[in-house]
Nanobody
Framework: QVQWVEFGGGLGQPGGSLRLSCEAS????????MRWDRQVPGKERELGAE???????NFDDSVKDRFTISRDDAKNSVYLQMDSLKSEDTAEYYC?????????????????WGQGTLVTVSS
């Protein structure tokens, strides 16, 4: 059984940095798109950053040039480096992965979300 777990988050200062990570454990095969969404209370969840299987990254304009998304397929992991933090970055952050797992002679597609981690930016 595949597990997809988030790490990181917490309190950051304006202008500071935080790093989030997500790691898959269990039988995985061919990890595809990975992404980080975020949700402010009372608002809809929105895309922050995503990275394709070939390493192509896309960012929401609100985080572009401040956040970096990266992946390490050998570790089944995705990372979000958040620099130049702003108070408006305060949100619950969720990581997502599209992967395949071997199941009874075939590869089953799974789309998994992390449990969410709170990032608070405040002085």
């Amino acid at each position: 059984q595949v597990q997809w777990v988030e790490f990181g988050g917490g309190l950051g200062q304006p202008g500071g940095s935080l790093r989030l990570s997500c790691e898959a454990s269990g039988p995985t095969f061919r990890i595809g798109v990975m992404r980080w969404d975020r949700q402010v209370p009372g608002k809809e969840r929105e895309l922050g950053a995503e990275i394709s299987s070939t390493g192509t990254a896309n960012f929401d304009d609100s985080v572009k040039d401040r956040f970096t998304i990266s992946r390490d397929d050998a570790k089944n992991s995705v990372y979000l480096q958040m620099d130049s933090l702003k108070s408006e970055d305060t949100a619950e952050y969720y990581c997502y992965v599209d992967l395949k797992t071997p199941t009874q002679g075939y590869y089953k597609r799974l789309e998994l979300w992390g449990q969410g981690t709170l990032v608070t930016v405040s002085s």
